[in-house]
């Protein structure tokens, strides 16, 4: 079986199929994990499919003969580490994670932010990113010399943030240095990290900070921001996974143009 890194021949790297590689893709239940989990499977990976709620992944996976659903709440390591030796006993090997799974919690200013809120946000968008970083790794390692790559999904809040988000902002800020921690003590294992930070794909998340009606602005004003389809955001992490063993896409920003990402603030 093939993997995404190692330490073989480049050559050889290249020339294994997607169709024998296995992927893991977190809240593929919906949105760019949805889309993601599905342009994998069109290139032919096996996917493996993390989220929540059963039925929200068997609806990405729709029948797919080469989707695992894989209920599991990131959050929770003991669920996370059964997911995982699931998807070995079924597969094998991990070659490409992506940690999509996140959430948006309600807006508010720091001082009137919920604990709450904070800790939800924190134990989906960061130590979910971790707990399933780890139980990929332990696999990845196993595959030696082949080892494997990891995609984080951290969001243009991992540099500029929005107005009233606090948790969500410090969240995806960890998450490039999480993302930057995992490449370095990969290394050793032919294990890679890298980071997609995607702004205004047309998602529920999207809908929740209002692009639709008119997002909230630095000034105070109310701005109704473009969206791009998640299909685009799919094919950029597909572009990342596909990437030759021998290179590793260590960053990557799409946004939907005209955004304000550039000159926010």
Not at 5 to 22: F, K, L
Not at 211 to 236: H, I, K, M, Y
């Amino acid at each position: 079986m093939s993997a995404a890194g190692g330490a073989d021949s480049t050559d050889a790297r290249i020339a294994r199929s997607s169709h024998e590689r296995v992927a893991v893709v977190t809240g593929a239940g919906s949105g760019i994990g949805r889309g993601v989990a599905r342009a994998m499977l069109d290139d032919g990976y096996r996917v493996a499919l993390l989220g929540r709620h059963r039925d929200t992944l068997e609806a990405t996976a729709d029948g797919h003969p080469r989707a695992l659903v894989t209920p599991a709440d990131v959050s929770d390591a003991a669920a996370v580490d059964d997911a995982f030796g699931q998807i070995e006993a079924a597969w094998g090997r991990v070659d490409v994670l992506f940690n999509n799974a996140g959430m948006f919690p309600p807006a508010a200013h720091v001082d009137e932010l919920d604990p709450a809120d904070w800790n939800a946000a924190v134990a989906v968008n960061l130590t979910g990113v971790m707990l399933c970083s780890a139980a990929a790794m332990r696999v990845m390692k196993r595959q030696r010399p082949q080892g494997g790559r990891i995609i984080n999904n951290g969001s243009i809040s991992a540099h500029v943030p929005r107005p009233l988000a606090a948790a969500y902002t410090a969240t995806k800020h960890a998450v490039s240095g999480l993302t930057k921690s995992l490449e370095l003590d990969g290394r050793a294992f032919g294990i890679t990290c890298g980071q997609i930070d995607i702004g205004n794909a047309a998602t529920h998340i999207t809908d929740d900070f209002g692009t639709d009606a008119g997002a909230l602005q630095p000034n105070g004003s109310r701005l109704v921001e473009p969206t791009f389809p998640v299909e685009d955001a799919a094919r950029a992490v597909l572009f990342m996974a596909n990437v030759p063993a021998s290179a590793t896409v260590n960053s990557l920003v799409i946004t939907a143009s005209g955004m304000p990402f550039i000159g926010r603030g």
